[in-house]
């Protein structure tokens, strides 16, 4: 019943920086969308952060970065 808190993290400038925090819900589950106001070609890398929380058993963990290319 308890509902973790995700920080979604873009790699810019050298080091990751939260852009957006979201609660999963009752499965654990969540979902972000992001829309790009760049020019076309540019790729970045995105991941999820959790943070410990005495909810959950686990301690703090990131996911595996994702690479993003913005189409044409």
């Keep these: 019943p ?13 080091r990751w920086r939260t852009i957006e925090t979201l ?3 009752a499965r654990g589950r969540f979902a972000y969308r992001y829309t ?3 020019g076309a070609g540019s790729a970045y890398r995105f991941r999820a952060s959790i943070q410990y929380s005495s909810a959950y058993p686990f301690l703090a963990a990131t996911s595996r970065p994702v ?3 913005v189409g044409q």
């Design 2 to 14: 308890e509902h973790g808190t995700i920080e979604m993290e873009i790699f810019f400038l050298g």
């Design 23 to 25: 609660r999963t819900n």
């Design 36 to 38: 790009f106001s760049t």
């Design 67 to 69: 690479r993003v290319r």
